[in-house]
């Protein structure tokens, strides 16, 4: 079991390393996590929808993500209030207080019952802890720290990220707060995210070796590798690229919603070759982008009435009548219509409000929530491509629309507006369909009268297993993988 002494010290990224080092080592081996707060999932094949780390060690321990490597999903929905998905599907809205009086030790079976059925047919399960074991205050109705690794007897490898600071106190600090059979599970230390020449560290390790009886199994060192992350946290440590005057051909912005969710859709615009992705959350960051991108959102009415109060609406529409390209996901997409209308208080509000007025549409919140994977094509330019789709909400077109998807299943999906430069889509993942991507650059570069680029681009799942095999090769080459199969020898008896 992997934990941290934080948030964000990397070990949902330490976890996709491992998973791919078991499974080229020749092992079948499982990610697991009890319960993942988290507004970035993943939808299984069977349209169940998980924490996206979860998916993503699945994918570099080359098997299939199911429901039952992270059977509680917890979707933060308004303040103090979250969506709890049980088994991939909907269960309830729940404030924090009564989750964790009443309903933590109700779904204590549902977590042993899954975990188990991963045992019953993998070699290896690599369990991955939510924030620190050391939180006093929450140890008590915590079902994914050291409590998942009692029931499953599994040996802890605690990381901290050195990066932030004071690792050596961070490591001691931790393990002085777990009681006597919670140290014991203890059996290894990893140092991430590390910058540096190692042997000005030597002396703190052998140190905190000395002081905590524990083995430091590997020091990692920072890797700027393209997996991708499921916390917001994440948001506010990516490594982001910072346009200066001139410095990019193409400038992208996206809006940084409150409630942002999925905000992993906008990943392949890091990886395109002169191009400038910003993160903005004032409408004084705005400046005048090539592209616009309003992401996905849990709280779709609460954001919207959120980017109105400071001025976004009017900012959007004065971009669009200059000529910047305007692209919704999901719930951005539904904020660009005319009306959204959340009379039965699907998402809290109660009330209607008028869209962005930007494409042709109207949304009706409705409580049936729509978790698929889907594949289609794009209308305009006959391109296959393929995503998910997480969201409630019904969104009709007015006659005269045009759709922007043509799905497999028979249905459309998406607007675009008659002059082509605002379009919206439900499908999360749209931009991991390199070509279209790539093809959308090309457009902004074409306006600019830039030079296209070529349009031989690798696919999506090409890239993503140079990035597991990279990751699991820089990670063992910094890790005492001996020591590490000696643990899992010795847990096993």
């Not at 390393?17 to 299984?44: E, H, W």
């Not at 969710?261 to 409408?283: A, H, L, M, Q, W």
């Not at 904020?335 to 009330?351: A, F, K, N, Y």
Request: glycine content about 8%.
């Amino acid at each position: 079991m992997i934990q941290g002494t934080s948030s964000d010290v990397g070990k949902s990224v330490i976890c996709t390393a491992l998973c791919r080092i078991f499974s080229n080592d020749g092992y079948r081996v499982a990610p697991f996590k009890s319960q993942n707060m988290a507004l970035n999932s993943y939808i299984t094949s069977d349209g169940g929808e998980i924490g996206r780390a979860q998916g993503v060690q699945a994918e570099a321990a080359r098997i299939k993500a199911t429901t039952d490597m992270n059977p509680i999903l917890l979707k933060p929905k308004q303040d103090m209030v979250s969506e709890v998905v049980v088994h991939g599907k909907h269960y309830i809205d729940m404030d924090a207080k009564t989750y964790r009086n009443d309903f933590v030790e109700q779904v204590m079976p549902i977590v042993r019952e899954s975990v188990e059925r991963l045992q019953q047919s993998y070699d290896i399960i690599v369990l991955e802890g939510a924030g620190s074991p050391a939180e006093i205050n929450l140890k008590k109705r915590d079902i994914a720290n050291m409590r998942m690794a009692h029931l499953t007897d599994a040996a802890v490898i605690l990381v901290a990220d050195i990066d932030r600071g004071g690792v050596f106190a961070s490591i001691v600090g931790t393990l002085a707060l777990l009681d006597e059979e919670e140290r014991k599970r203890v059996k290894g230390l990893l140092i991430n995210k590390f910058r540096g020449m190692k042997e000005l560290l030597d002396d703190g390790l052998t140190w905190v070796e000395e002081e905590t009886g524990i083995p430091v199994l590997g020091v990692i060192p920072y890797i700027d590798v393209h997996i991708e992350a499921e916390d917001s946290l994440a948001l506010s440590s990516l490594k982001l690229k910072k346009p200066k005057q001139g410095e990019f051909a193409v400038d992208v912005a996206m809006i940084r919603l409150p409630r942002i969710s999925n905000f992993t859709d906008i990943d392949p615009f890091f990886e395109e070759p002169e191009v400038g992705v910003r993160i903005i959350s004032k409408v004084e960051e705005l400046g005048a982008p090539d592209l616009l991108i309003i992401p996905g959102t849990k709280n779709t009415m609460d954001d919207l009435v959120w980017l109105k109060e400071r001025g976004f609406d009017t900012a959007i529409q004065k971009l669009h009548a200059r000529g910047t390209k305007i692209f919704g996901i999901c719930g951005g997409y539904q904020m660009l219509g005319e009306v959204l209308i959340d009379e039965d208080s699907i998402e809290g509000s109660g009330s209607t409000e008028d869209g962005l007025q930007l494409l042709p549409i109207q949304t009706i919140f409705t409580p049936n929530k729509k978790t698929v994977q889907v594949k289609g094509k794009i209308t305009a330019l006959e391109l296959d491509v393929e995503g998910y789709e997480i969201h409630l909400g019904r969104t009709t077109l007015s006659n005269d629309a045009k759709p922007f998807l043509q799905l497999e299943d028979g249905r459309i999906d998406g607007a675009i507006s008659q002059d082509g430069q605002v379009i919206g889509t439900y499908l999360h993942g749209i931009f991991h369909n390199r070509l279209y991507t790539r093809t959308l650059v090309n457009e902004l570069r074409g306006k600019k009268n830039l030079q296209l680029l070529p349009s031989n681009v690798k696919s999506d799942l090409q890239m993503r297993e140079e990035a597991y095999e990279l990751l699991a090769s820089h990670v063992r080459e910094h890790i005492d993988m001996d020591k590490l199969y000696s643990i899992l020898q010795q847990t096993g008896q």
